[in-house]
């Protein structure tokens, strides 16, 4: 282990890069310096992220869309406990705490490297993909989606998301992380070199990857599928079909248009980090050459489970119908008595 801890221990800061498990030295960062001022900026965007995605999943839960998406409002549920840790996270680290017994343990395992806030974050891509393969069943195989895709199934989806993040996450930190003299390294104790290469292989085979195939495949069916769709019923336009026909395939090409858009984020915004993340296991980069660019890619990658409730809030009719009355209330509710009290004296006057 003593081997492994000299090989690695200059290449901690890049290891800090999600999905990775953060290796950072927490005592290393200065109040001047351009580490304080990037985490200080993570902070924000967790606090900031944490706020939209309990607007929106109060949005989804009022409008009762949670019932019809379950995934949906599920997801909205991952990326808000993710931009909760992320803040949380951040906000013990610019504490500049001096790790030592037990508590310094805990805080190392669970916070500093990442672990809870990485086990929220794959159990988000977990679910997306969830998400994705339901609405691939219901649009190209309905018969066999309404036969077969039971509600608990849906719900055993959802959970599962959650459960499979936090085991993989933990077993990865606790076999690989430690707190030495104070400082948390996370992720950087293999038992050899092939474990290193093989683990950065699998993470961006499996969450990458195949996650992007999936998300690729499953979508151009559905887009395949709701064309044709579109074409018979256009040829049948003078049967005149029912504004409740009508409405339904609304919502529908709406649910399909945000998941795709959710799809493609994804893609662009974890494309760097995961890179990154597989030629540092790989050794194929230099960590002096990386420890400059890798901050830009970790905030790209926090961006994405941030600004995912805007993407709901603005292609969900209901939710946005919901947070723009929400709005649009309390404009009125702060009037001031004497505007009120005026409206009524004129509008009086005027019938007199």
């Known amino acids: 282990m003593a081997d492994n801890f000299s090989s690695s221990k200059d290449l901690f800061v890049v290891m800090t890069t999600v999905p990775a498990v953060d290796g950072d030295a927490l005592t290393s960062s200065s109040c001047g310096g351009f580490d304080f001022y990037f985490q200080f900026a993570v902070l924000i965007i967790g606090v900031i992220g944490t706020a939209t995605n309990a607007l929106i999943l109060y949005a989804l839960v009022a409008s009762k869309q949670h019932r019809k998406h379950v995934l949906i409002a599920n997801q909205n549920a991952l990326d808000l406990f993710s931009c909760l840790f992320l803040a949380i996270t951040y906000a013990v680290k610019l504490c500049n705490i001096q790790l030592a017994g037990r508590l310094g343990y805990w805080l190392c395992m669970l916070i500093l490297n990442y672990n809870m806030l990485y086990s929220i974050t794959l159990g988000s891509i977990i679910n997306l993909l969830s998400v994705t393969v339901e609405r691939y069943l219901r649009i190209v195989h309905p018969v066999f989606s309404k036969n077969k895709l039971k509600r608990w199934k849906i719900y055993s989806a959802a959970a599962f998301s959650w459960i499979f993040g936090f085991i993989y996450s933990n077993i990865l930190t606790f076999s690989s992380t430690a707190v030495i003299h ?56 003078a049967a005149g079909p029912s504004t409740a026909q009508t409405r339904s395939k609304q919502i529908q090409s709406n649910v399909i248009k945000t998941m795709i858009f959710v799809s ?89």
């Open 182 to 237: 104070g400082v948390c390294y996370g992720q950087l104790f293999y038992d050899s070199r092939s474990l290193k290469i093989i683990y950065g292989v699998w993470t961006f085979t499996t969450f990458y990857v195949i996650v992007l195939l999936i998300l690729i495949f499953c979508y151009g069916r559905i887009l395949v599928v709701i064309r044709h769709q579109a074409s018979v019923m256009a040829s049948h336009s």
């Open 264 to 352: 493609v984020f994804y893609a662009v915004s974890w494309a760097p980090t995961t890179l990154c993340y597989l030629l540092v296991n790989l050794d194929a980069i230099n960590m002096t050459f990386v420890e400059s660019g890798f901050y830009a890619t970790q905030l790209i990658s926090f961006l994405y489970i941030c600004t995912n409730p805007l993407i709901y809030a603005i292609k969900l009719e209901p939710v946005k119908r919901v947070l723009v009355n929400l709005f649009f209330c309390r404009i009125n509710a702060q009037q001031p008595a004497e505007y009120i009290e005026m409206t009524g004296v004129r509008s009086v006057a005027s019938r007199v």
